[in-house]
């Protein structure tokens, strides 16, 4: 198997080496090139890292590439089919970081028209942590369409893939930004309805984006996760602190306790499990908000460990 992908993906590398040289509709294949590219870089990583961790991901690195070939073979021609289609879609930008192709998924809804002028709503889904996460996994959970709970109706889905398991921290944070750019050159994305959301490590990320970037949301729905550093540390990890003042200090720099009150701009929905002991960041949160002078609504699934609630799901 690791011989046919190898061979494979060498085929397809040597395909997007004729369409980087190509005189004919550069200006398109410079433009769609990541989504190809991404589709070749996540299985040489996996068979240069040896980060295939379930056989279903071997089979599914071939499946990739062949999405990879297609693409590859309708750029050629100045043609990108996958820009019009629904459902579950893999899609990559460059990166302004460091030059790369990076990977995130969409939902697009099956009554989405591509030729009406009617915008959307946009969910952000920011995903868990995951020690066996790969690109690969990530692009397999988002070619079907798994690993969230939530798809509203009418509305497209963005899952970044966030530069591996960091809760969108430094890269992982630009991620958002220049997938929702990237995104917004093929569908129409009302600015007024885009939400954040989140569960576990996702939920982290959601509490990071909704304190920081106030002014960009409709909407905020984190949950589990952590919200801040000390109480977390000494709470869920169980760690005696002893922080040099300069490490105390750059806690402010994702702490969402700290700017909690930035939650007054929008409606925000934290969410936890009524046993799990990640109901420790909405609980800080509820408090950092009553500090602030205002109540913060925590939805808490009954009987429940680290897990989403159907029927809490359905309030939210």
Known sequence: QVKALTETLHALEAKLSALRTS????????????????????????????EFFK?????????????????????????TPWTKQTGPVIRGYRSRIDGSAQPYGLEIPEDYDFHAVDSRRLDFWFHGRGETLSEVSFLQQRSKGQGSKISP???????????????????????????????????????????????SMGGAACWQFAVHFPDLWAAAQPGAGFSETPDFLKTFQGETLNPTWWEEKLWRWYDATNWAVNLTNYPTIAYSGEIDRQKQAADQMVAAAEKAGFRLLHLIGPKTAHAIHPETLQEI
């Not at 433009?31 to 590219?37: A, F, G, N």
């Not at 056989?55 to 043609?79: H, M, N, T, V, Y």
């Open 23 to 50: 005189e004919v509709h550069h200006q398109i294949i410079e433009q769609y090139l990541p989504d190809v590219e991404v589709c070749a870089r996540s299985v040489r990583d996996a068979l240069q890292y040896n």
């Open 55 to 79: 056989p279903a991901e071997i089979s599914f690195a071939g499946e990739l590439l062949k999405i990879g070939q297609d693409r590859a073979a309708a750029l050629a021609d100045g043609k």
């Open 153 to 199: 109706p009418q509305t497209i889905v963005l899952h970044p893939y966030g530069r591996y398991s960091n809760a969108n921290k430094f890269a992982g944070e630009v991620d958002l930004f220049e997938a929702l750019a990237h995104a917004k050159r093929d569908y129409r994305i009302d600015d007024d309805r885009i939400l954040v959301r989140g569960f």
